[in-house]
């Protein structure tokens, strides 16, 4: 069955200080794995599209990898207006996307 | 502005009576979905369509239904039959295939008493 596993489910942080959230998966045939910030009360707003293990994707203080059997988002530095939630999803042989249940990053000044 | 529009962002309806989500994208997309949002659970899919007049069931599609007539529109009605519909509703949209990225709307919050 396709899975994912998001950790922690909540992180607090320090302006300036980094971090990595993780998302673990198990899918049949990966097609993409991809990385969603979702602010409250509002539509997740998508981020990255990682294909295969090995490959990395950055934009601005957000870095994200994947390996064959996770994805990590890294946030360097962060802001107090990177507070969100961070959504994981993977798309296997199926037209859907199977999400994780998101960690919740707060950013304190 | 290419995207995907949701309305109303909130709804209220008495408990009994059917209501109509609607959502509109101008992004060319294929394919359309619809989830539902809960505290400390994932995205859940209802329902997804890959092409006009056509539709399949998602993981909870009972209490739902869908119709697909144009390629811009998948509005979700939430029948009686749905226990428990408060929740929140977002609809996407990608190009087909697991490999490509979804695009959400703003989301609509809908509240039965």
């Known amino acids: 069955e396709d899975q994912v596993t998001q950790s922690p489910e909540a992180l607090r942080l320090q302006e300036g200080e980094s971090s990595s959230l993780n998302c673990s998966y198990t899918v049949s045939g990966l097609r993409g794995l991809f990385w969603y910030r979702q602010d409250p009360g509002k539509g997740p707003e998508f981020l990255f599209t990682?294909?295969?293990a090995g490959e990395e994707k950055e934009k601005e203080r957000l870095k994200a990898t994947l390996t064959k059997k996770e994805s990590f988002l890294h946030i360097t530095a962060p802001k107090p207006e990177d507070s969100a939630t961070y959504l994981c999803a993977v798309g296997g042989a199926t037209n859907k996307l199977i999400f994780g249940t998101g960690t919740l990053l707060a950013v304190q000044p | 502005d290419g995207g995907i529009t949701q309305s109303p962002k909130y709804l209220f309806r008495k408990e009994g009576q059917n209501v109509t989500l609607s959502c509109e994208q101008n992004?060319?997309?294929?394919?359309m979905y619809w989830y539902r949002q809960d505290p400390g659970q994932g995205l859940r899919l209802i329902y997804y369509?890959?092409?006009?007049?056509?539709?399949q069931k998602g993981d909870i599609a009972e209490g739902y239904s869908v119709s697909r007539e144009k390629k811009e529109s998948f509005p979700l009605t939430v029948t009686s039959a749905q226990k428990n519909p408060t929740a929140f509703y977002l609809c996407?949209?990608?190009?087909?295939?697991?490999?490509?990225?979804?695009?959400f709307g703003p989301g609509t919050r809908l509240t039965v008493t």
């Open positions: 369509s890959q092409i006009v007049n056509d539709f």
């Open positions: 996407a949209s990608s190009t087909q295939g697991g490999r490509y990225e979804q695009y």
């Open positions: 990682l294909y295969s």
């Open positions: 992004l060319n997309h294929d394919a």
